[in-house]
């Protein structure tokens, strides 16, 4: 998954978490101290620092469940074909 890719989930998710809790942009840039314009780049994936990530979710009051916005990484069907194919490796026996 690229980063790009990550910060639109990221962004999604958290434009999700302020619409769920009926709050506009221009509010939560007053809570958070940063402009209503950089919310609105974090929202459509277009970068975050993350100062402005924890500000956001600390006005958002969801900073103790960073790790529900992190996108979980699918593993690719080759991956799994390899991982079931890994043969588990023999030691060297001590008995003689």
Known sequence: MTNARIEAIVGEKLKN??????????ELAKKTGLSRVSISKIERGMGVNLSSLIE????????????HLIPEQEVSPIEVIRLKNRTK???ASTKK
């Open 17 to 26: 978490l302020r619409l769920e809790y009926n709050i506009t942009q221009n």
């Open 89 to 91: 490796k023999k030691r």
């Open 56 to 67: 956001i979710m600390r006005g958002l009051r969801v900073l103790e469940n960073i790790e």
